[in-house]
Every structure is written in C-alpha cells, then in structure tokens.
C-alpha cells in the first residue's frame, strides 16, 4: 500500500471494513491497516464516514484513544488508514466471561474511558458509539488493564456556530437519523434529535457501561430494539445497588446523573463525571496490576503512585452464582457470573484507588444502609436519586414546602434589583460601560493544495474565508495525500491572509528501480528556478505517467512469469499518456519513452524487449522528475529561505541522489567513482549544515513532530557514506539506509 505497508495477515472484518496486521516496511513496525470492503469501499457516505474516524481519532492525540497516523488509497482506489495495532481485548470479551467486573476494577476502567472522551470532547469530537465492543483492553507487561478508544466511524464534529450559517450542527448526519447502539443510546439519540447530540450523550453511554461493568447487565433492556427505545425514553431502571448492593453510594450517584434523561441534568464534562466516580481529578487513572496468587485466580491490585503495599480485590474462580433477582426486578431469567467477589477481613479495607486510601468499600456508612426495593424505580435527577438512595434524608411536605417559597421570595427580589437597575441606567444616572467582547474578524486561508483538509483548533472547516475571534491565538493543521502534514499557530486579526503550501512527499527507492541514466546523474540544483505554477504543473503531469508506470509494473511482472501483459492496464496507461501529453511543460522524452513501450505492448514484442523497453520508461521518468525534485527544493528556498524543512528535503534529496550513483557506480570505473565522490561530498556538506541548524535553532527543531526520527536516519545515512569511501558499493545497506531517511521525511509534521 502506497509502498509503505506490507499486508501480514487478516484480524477480522465486517459488514463495511476489513483489518489487517501489516509490517510499516521503512520502519519495521507492526501496524493495524484498515479498509473499506471493495464492494462497499466506492460509496461517497461510507468513504467519508471512514475517513472521519481516521481524522477523528488522529486529532485528539490522547494515551486512551487509539492512534491513527496514516491515511491513504489501496492501488485499486479504496481509503486505508494505518494505526497502532493493539494486543489485548476488548471489553466486550472481558464481560463475556465475566460479567460483574470487580469494583476496583470497573472505576479504573471508567476513568480512564472518561479520560479518553475528554480529550476528544476538548478537541470537538464526539463518539455517539461509546460501547463495550469500541473500549479495548490492552494487558502488557508495563501496561495491564490499559483502555483504548476505538472506532470514531459515526463521530461527530462540533463546529462552531457561525453568523450567518446556522447553529454549528455536526456532519455527517441529518434530523431523524437514529446512529449509535441500541442498548448504548441516549434519547436524543434515540429520538434522532441530531442537533441535540453532544458531549453529554458519549456521558450518558459512559454511564450505561459503568452500570454494565458493574451489574453485569445493561440498565435498558427488552426483546426488540423498539421496546429498549421505549424503555430508554421512559428512563425506568433499576438501581445499580438494588442489584449488587457494595457498589459505593458515590458511584450509584454518578450512575443517576449520567443516565438522566434530560441531558442538562447530567455531568457537564467528563471530567466531572470521572471525578465522582474515582474521587480524582487527575488527567490518567493508574491501571491496576494483574498480578499471580496461589489460589489459581487472578487478583488485581491498584498500583500506588508511591511506594507500598496495597489491599487487594480477589475475583475467586469456579464456584458460578445467581444474582439476586430482587423480587424479579433482574431479567426474566437472571444472571449467572462466572466468580464471586472474596469476602474481606473485617478490618481490611480495600480503597477506592490505589491512592485514594480514605474512602472503603469493606464497610458501609451507618448512614448509607442498602435500600429493599419492590420493583422498578425511576431515577429522574440528581435531586429525585438522593431520597431513592438515602431515605434519611428526605424533606417531610412542610419543610419542602418552605424551601419552595424562599426561593420564589428570592427570585422576586433578584428580579426587583434588575429592574430597578434598568429604570436608572435608561434615566441616564448609571453610566454602563459594556464588557468589550472579541468581535469575529474574517481570515483569508489559500491553501495548496485545495484538496487538502483543513482544520482550525482541532475542528474540520471548509472555504478560503474563516471567522475567528479577534486577537485569539489558534492552531491551523493541513493534511493532504501524497503531501507533508504542516501545522501554524497563528493569531487573528482583520484582514489576515494565510497563503499555505504543502509539501510533496518523496517516493521511497524501489529494489527494482533500473540504473540510472546519463541525465539523471547530471541533474543539479538551478540557481534561478522556475515559477511555482510551471512546477506545479510538471507534478501534475509526472503524476500521470507514474500511475501509468504503477499499472504496467505489473503487468511486465506477469509477462516475465509467461502470463503477458494486460490489455485493462495497458489501455489504462494509453489513456493517462494521452492525458499528460496535453499537459505542459514539455516531456519530450519521457513521452517518447512511454510511447515506445506502450507500442510494443500493443504490437506483440517478445518478454525480453518488452522488459527492456518498460526499464527505459521508468529510467527516463526517474531522471525526468529528480530535475523537477530540484526545480522545487530551489523554489522552496527562493520563497522560504533555508528553513528546517528545506534543510530536511535537501538533505534526503542528496541521499537519494548517493543511492542512484551507488547503484551505477557498482563496478567503480574512474569516471563512476569520481560521480560517486561528488555525490558522497555533497550529502556531507548538505548534512553538515543541517546539524548546524539544529545546533542554532533547536526550538525550531523541537516543534517538528518527527524531527528526531529524521535527523537519526540521517546520520546513519552520512556514517555510511563516509564508510563506503573508496569501497566497493554495499548497496543493500545503502537502500535500507535511504529508504528509511525519505520514509522519516514522509512522516513528518512541519510547523
């Protein structure tokens, strides 16, 4: 794929996608590659829904939300995306086989998922399918218990309202459409009130799971999706100590609020929420240890931030029982778990977190004794769950009726005071001085190229004209295929124009690359160089000619095994040639060369001339664009200056230019080696005076998201060269060598 990633083997597909564990061949890294089916992969909505998830995931940046650092098109036209391959499993799995998590467990596990949607939230996405099967577990050695959000494939984006374009309703979905989980939905999910949808609905499905991983059921379940919509929207559920009475009242609280069924009722963050879940406000919640004991089953024992021992919940094996059914209140049939939670000594406590000592779930409060409930109860607010949850404190009739009027006695003076505050100010005897608001000034963006997607404070925008707030600094990030992803921190002003470039990646060398020709060990750097549109036009058109050289790569490959070409990519390629040759500037050349080949193909030339005549295509293109890769480096510099980026880009395009030299200087004839030399002492000084960059400008360097993986790979690079003076060509070491420079070029992050 792209030539980046090499296909290992299937993890598993769907309806619409399939997974695969593949090899990030430059790196060596085992990836996650994900794609659309090819019968599904060509429908405009699923193809965006995809690459929503891959922009969604790869914007938030968070330890909890899976990574995604790539996106791009399969040969035959489908969207891929590259993230980390995770080695666990989801929780989902984890319920199957058992169902009722240990309490330590299940808080820890819900805050670090509350972490997670944070920092999406903050970032202007929301999942809308928090579930289950989308929270994976990883279980390594330094990582036990450690959570991943996955698939952001129907997020939503929260742009911001803009005078004159509506409300800021997210993409992607219109009024009435029902997306998310059944069991998961909130009810404006369920109502298919789109507009409604925002971060208190991934709370309100945080709350579902936390009831689920610690009831070992759902709050809203039934026969048919129709019947838990029912359910859901008329919000009567039992409550979470009703069928497991330890659960900390803390925890039920929270369960309530999240679960409410007016969304202004529950949590106002996530963080809100983790925090009267766990007791903490800390960004990451440390994951418990999964740790060997005698018995044969697994204890879990929540790790301390500093030294010591800590209380430990043991889930004992092999001994199945029936939840309490709680006069029916539990299903039909009830639950069966596969442990028992160990009874404790009584003068153990067992903390809430590792590090959070003071509050035990041993013992119960005097004051917090467990409620007998004969049906279902309906939790309504947070005000309606405390006399459900602790009788004790319920207001008798006269006393709520007190607390009534004072706050209508109090609402009348409030609204006493501002009326009077009027009548003064409109009579002219109160100077009001108005607090002077960012007013919206417009920002002209241009950006190249204009397919590139574009994002303003972590949030998708479209158009050259943005509305930002006046004397606000914001954060501008591009990402094009093909193209290094550059990011701006800028700050908005009237009149500001943002004129953005991307720039190209650099093909990887290939192993089956021909020799290079005359002309392209005599390509050198253009002291005047051309004009940007002239050379984004010679891009354009290579374009064409390498998507042709891509699909009669194969078909030669098939004629040497004695299979011949193709006519579908030979007409192809006819059609593409046809397209660049209408195309300026001028490619002589390397349009004689396709033609040549392409008339062979078409007029029955043996395996062996046919071979040779593709080898002088590809020869010729190569040459052709390493004099345009100059024509650009020199572009760069005329209208950047020497900036990191172009130190980074010369320094790859001279290592390139080693390889090729390398490549034809394998027999080290006198005017061969002397070209090697040349070339040897270039990639010294251009290396050279990046480390001198570097040295002068190391913030510069420090904004560069990928910076130090490049500047390594270039000094293995120049190392090698320098080692090979005067030797014989090690040119395996020299392509691995290269092809791991450009591929850490290719990853970077330019700010």
């Known amino acids: 794929m792209e030539g980046k990633y090499q296909i290992v083997r299937e993890l598993g597909r769907g309806a619409m996608g399939v997974v695969h564990e593949a090899l990030h061949m430059a790196l060596g890294r085992r990836v996650a590659v994900k794609t659309l089916l090819a019968e599904t992969g060509h429908d405009p909505q699923l193809a965006a829904r995809f690459e929503r998830e891959a922009r969604a995931a790869s914007a938030i940046g968070h330890p909890h939300i899976v990574d995604v650092f790539d996106l791009g098109r399969t040969p035959e036209g489908l969207l891929f995306m590259a993230m980390e391959l995770l080695d666990g499993q989801s929780l989902a799995s984890l319920l199957g086989k058992t169902p009722c998590l240990p309490i330590p467990l299940a808080i820890n596990l819900i805050g670090q998922i509350l972490s997670g949607l944070g920092a999406a939230h903050k970032n202007g996405i929301v999942h809308r399918d928090l579930k289950p099967e989308n929270i994976f577990i990883l279980n390594t050695e330094d990582r036990p218990n450690f959570v991943k959000i996955v698939d952001f494939g129907i997020s939503k984006m929260l742009l911001r309202a803009v005078p004159g374009q509506g409300g800021g309703k997210g993409s992607g979905t219109v009024v009435g459409t029902i997306m998310g989980t059944p069991l998961y939905m909130s009810p404006e999910q369920t109502l298919g009130q789109v507009a409604r949808v925002d971060h208190r609905t991934d709370i309100y499905s945080a709350g579902v799971v936390l009831y689920e991983m610690l009831c070992g059921r759902t709050p809203f379940e039934d026969e048919s999706h129709a019947q838990v919509f029912a359910n859901i929207l008329d919000g009567r559920y039992f409550l979470p100590r009703g069928l497991r009475p330890e659960i900390p009242p803390a925890v039920e609280e929270a369960i309530v609020r999240a679960l409410d069924r007016d969304l202004e009722k529950r949590f106002p963050t996530a963080a809100a929420m983790r925090e009267a879940v766990t007791g903490r406000s800390a960004d990451l919640t440390p994951a418990p240890e999964l740790v060997s004991a005698s018995f044969g089953g697994p204890l879990f024992v929540g790790r301390r931030q500093e030294e010591g021992d800590v209380p430990a919940v043991m889930l004992l094996p092999e001994e199945p029982r029936t939840t309490p059914k709680h006069g029916g209140a539990y299903g039909p049939n009830g639950v069966t778990a596969t442990g028992r939670l160990a009874p404790l000594p009584d003068n153990q ?3 809430l977190l590792a590090d959070d000592p003071d509050r035990g779930l041993a013992a119960r409060a005097p004051d917090e004794a467990p409620i007998e409930l004969a049906g279902p109860s309906r939790a309504r607010s947070m005000s309606a769950s405390h006399g459900v949850l602790a009788p004790d404190r319920l207001l008798s009739a006269r006393g709520r009726s007190r607390i009534v009027k004072a706050l209508v006695l109090l609402a009348l003076l409030i609204a006493a005071r501002i009326a009077y505050s009027y009548i003064r100010t409109t009579r002219g005897q109160v100077q009001v001085t108005p607090v002077r608001r960012a007013e919206p000034c417009k920002v002209t963006l241009a950006v190249e190229p204009t397919e590139a997607s574009v994002q303003v404070d972590h949030i998708p925008v479209t158009g050259e004209d943005l509305l930002l707030d006046e004397g606000t600094p914001h954060l501008i990030q591009l990402a094009a295929p093909g193209r290094i992803t550059r990011r701006l921190s800028f700050e908005a002003k009237p009149g500001l124009e943002l004129s953005l470039r991307l720039g190209r990646v650099l093909p990887l060398p290939s192993p089956t690359d021909p020799e290079p020709s005359r002309a392209e060990l005599a390509a050198s750097y253009p002291e005047d160089p051309l004009a940007r549109e002239e050379i984004n036009q010679a891009f354009s ?8 050289l891509a699909l009669v790569g194969d078909a030669d490959g098939d004629a040497r095994k004695g299979g011949g070409p193709r006519g579908r990519e030979i007409g192809r390629c ?4 046809d397209e660049a040759s209408a195309l300026a500037p001028d490619m002589s050349g390397l349009r004689a060369a396709g033609g040549a080949y392409l008339q ?3 007029g029955g030339q043996g395996v062996g001339a046919l071979h040779k005549l593709l080898a002088t295509f590809r020869s010729e293109f190569l040459a052709v664009r390493v004099a345009w890769q100059m024509e650009e480096l020199a572009r760069e510099e005329a209208d950047n200056g020497q900036t990191a980026a172009w130190h ?14 390398s490549r034809a200087s394998s027999s080290l004839s006198s005017a061969a080696a002397r070209g090697l030399e040349d070339r040897r002492a270039k990639l010294g000084e251009y290396h050279h005076a990046f480390a001198q960059f570097i040295e002068h400008s ?30 014989r060509q090690d040119i395996d070491a020299a392509f691995a060598a290269c092809r791991q420079l450009l591929a850490a070029f290719n990853a970077l992050v330019v700010e």
């Open 600 to 602: 062979g193909a078409t």
């Open 648 to 661: 980074m880009r010369r320094v790859a395009l001279a290592a390139q230019a080693w390889l090729r030299q």
């Open 349 to 351: 406590v067992v903390p």
């Open 698 to 727: 190391p913030r510069v360097m420090a904004r560069l998201s990928g910076a130090d993986a490049f500047t390594r790979a270039a000094q293995t690079v120049a190392t090698l060269a320098r080692s090979q003076a005067g030797q």
């Open 541 to 548: 058109k290579l374009d064409r000619y390498a998507r042709c």
């Open 574 to 577: 006819i059609q593409l040639l």
